[in-house]
C-alpha cells in the first residue's frame, strides 16, 4: 500500500526537530505518533520543544536526504541577523527548481512578501482542502518550507493558500489543468512526462464538429436535447484523419466529454496515437453531464444509460457511420464517470464491451464492505458480464480509489476477462488522467 510521509525539520532558534506528520494511504488519513529527534544545541526560544513527545517512537528511523536539508543546517549554525543572506544566495542558485525535488524528497517553499504570515499547501498530498498543510517560516528570514517524502515516479498537484487566498505557486512555471482552473504541479525524477499529449504540426489531424483539431483550440459544441432525461447537455464529435462514410468506424462514447477533450487533450492525444500505429482510428462522442451525481452514480443512471442506448447512438448515427458491434464500441470516464462506463458493461452488454475506467468510483452501488462481492463488481465476480468484453481500469493513489481497484481486478482475474490497468503514484486529477489516456486507448484500440 503506498504512503506518503512527511518530514518537517523545524529551526526555531536553533532547536531541530524532524517529524512524519502524516501519511495517506489509499483513501484513509491517519495522523501517526510523532517522533522528535533531540535538539541539536542552541539556546533562546522553543530551545527543547517536543522534548518526551513521542518518546522511543520510530527508533532506527531516518528522513531522508535533501541537499534542502543541508541548506537548513547551515542556516543552524548561522546567526538570525546573517541568515536571509544565506537564503537568497541559496534561492538564487535554486532559481529554476521550485518545489525543490532532491531524490525522493520534494520541499514546497514560498518566499513571503511583508505582512503575509499564514501560508498552507493543499493539493493531492494534503487531501486538497480537507486538511492544508501550514508551511513553516525559518526564523530570521522570508522563506517558508514543507517536505514530503514520494516515491521518485510520483506527481502531484497543489496550491497555496496565502492568508486565505489560493494562489498558483508563483516560483513554479509548471501547471496542469483541473476542473476547477489550473493547478500548480510537482514531478519527482522519475515521472515520464506524457508526449502524447503535445501537440504535433506535421501530422494529420482529425476534427470536432467539423473544426480541425489543433493546439489549445477550444470547440464548439453541440446541443442534444433529451427526451429521457428532461434536459440539454453538450456534445462533441471526433472524426480521425482519413475519416469517410464509406466504412464502419469503431466508436468510443467519452463521459465528462467537454473535459477530457478540453483539459486532458484528448482529440491531440488521439491523433498521435492513431499516427505512431499504436490505436485503430475510431470516432469518438465527448458527451457532456447535467446533473453529473444523479446521472452517472446516482438515481438518474438507468436514465442516463436509456439516453446512451435511445437518444446518444442514434444522434451520432445520423451525423457519421459507426459500427454497431459491440466489442469494437466503447465507453470510458473518470472518477463517477468510471462507474457509470463499468456499469455499462452489465446493463448494455449488448452495446458496449470496450470499457475504459480512470480512478473509478466503483462502489458507488454498494457498500465498502460488500465492494467485492456485490454492486457491478460482483457482477463481473458472478460472470454475469460476457466474457469477451475488454476492460481498462487504473487509479492513482494518493486519495484515489485504491481499494475499488483492488476489489475490481480480483473480480476481473476472477472472472477470466482480459483487462489491463495499473496504479499509478498520482491522484485523483485531470493531470493522472490525461497522462494515462495512451494506455487506456491501446488496450480498447489497439492498431490491428
Excluded at 334 to 346: D, E, K, Q
Aim: some cysteine; overall charge negative; hydrophobic content about 40%.
Amino acid at each position: 500500500m503506498f504512503s506518503v510521509s512527511i518530514w518537517r525539520r523545524r529551526r526555531i532558534l536553533g532547536a531541530m526537530r524532524t517529524t512524519p506528520l502524516l501519511l495517506i494511504v489509499g483513501l484513509a488519513i491517519v495522523a501517526p505518533a510523532c517522533r522528535d529527534d533531540a535538539p541539536v544545541g542552541g539556546e533562546g526560544e522553543g530551545e527543547g520543544e517536543g522534548e518526551g513527545e513521542g518518546e522511543g517512537e520510530g527508533e532506527g528511523e531516518a528522513p531522508p536526504n535533501s541537499a534542502f536539508f543541508d541548506l537548513l543546517d547551515v542556516l543552524e549554525g548561522t546567526p538570525e541577523a546573517a541568515r536571509q543572506a544565506v537564503v537568497d544566495t541559496w534561492l538564487a542558485e535554486h532559481a529554476q527548481t521550485f518545489p525543490f525535488v532532491d531524490g525522493a524528497v520534494v520541499t514546497f517553499l514560498y518566499v513571503a512578501d511583508s505582512g503575509e504570515e499564514d501560508v498552507e499547501l493543499a493539493g493531492d498530498v494534503t487531501a486538497w482542502d480537507f486538511e492544508p498543510q501550514p508551511l513553516d517560516r525559518i526564523a530570521g528570514t522570508t522563506l517558508m518550507h514543507a517536505s514530503y517524502q514520494l516515491p521518485t515516479d510520483a506527481r502531484v498537484d497543489y496550491k497555496l493558500i496565502v492568508d486565505g487566498e489560493w494562489i498558483l505557486d508563483p516560483r513554479n512555471p509548471s501547471t496542469v489543468p483541473s476542473g476547477f482552473g489550473p493547478n500548480s504541479q510537482a514531478a519527482m525524477p522519475a515521472w515520464d512526462y506524457p508526449e502524447e499529449i503535445d501537440f504535433r504540426a506535421d501530422i494529420l489531424h482529425g476534427a470536432v464538429n467539423d473544426v480541425a483539431v489543433g493546439d489549445d483550440v477550444t470547440y464548439p459544441p453541440l446541443s442534444l436535447a433529451s427526451t429521457v432525461l428532461g434536459n440539454t447537455r453538450n456534445v462533441w464529435l471526433y472524426t480521425p484523419p482519413g475519416y469517410s462514410n464509406t466504412r464502419d468506424w469503431p466508436l468510443l462514447v467519452v463521459h465528462d466529454g467537454g473535459e477530457y477533450l478540453h483539459l486532458a487533450r484528448m482529440a491531440v492525444v488521439l491523433a498521435n496515437l492513431i499516427r505512431d500505429g499504436a490505436i485503430e482510428p475510431i470516432v469518438v462522442v465527448f458527451v457532456d453531464p447535467v446533473n453529473r451525481g444523479a446521472e452517472y452514480v446516482g438515481n438518474r443512471v438507468p436514465q442516463m444509460l436509456q439516453f446512451v442506448e435511445t437518444e446518444l447512438l442514434p444522434f451520432v448515427d445520423a451525423r457519421v457511420r459507426t459500427t454497431s458491434d459491440p466489442t469494437r464500441r466503447g465507453m470510458m470516464g473518470a472518477s463517477n464517470g468510471g462507474y457509470l462506463s463499468v456499469r455499462a458493461a452489465v446493463d448494455l452488454s449488448g452495446l458496449f464491451r470496450r470499457i475504459g475506467s480512470h480512478s473509478g468510483a466503483l462502489c458507488a452501488d454498494t457498500s465498502r464492505a460488500t465492494c467485492g462481492s456485490a454492486g457491478v463488481i460482483g457482477s463481473f465476480k458472478d460472470g454475469d458480464v460476457p466474457v469477451d468484453t475488454v476492460i481498462y481500469a487504473d487509479t492513482g493513489v494518493i486519495v484515489d480509489f485504491v481499494e475499488e481497484h483492488e476489489a475490481f481486478t480480483a473480480a476481473l482475474d476472477e472472472g477470466g476477462y482480459r483487462h489491463e490497468g495499473r496504479t499509478w503514484n498520482e491522484g485523483h486529477s485531470w493531470g493522472n488522467w490525461r497522462g494515462h489516456l495512451d494506455e487506456l486507448l491501446v488496450t480498447l484500440f489497439p492498431a490491428p
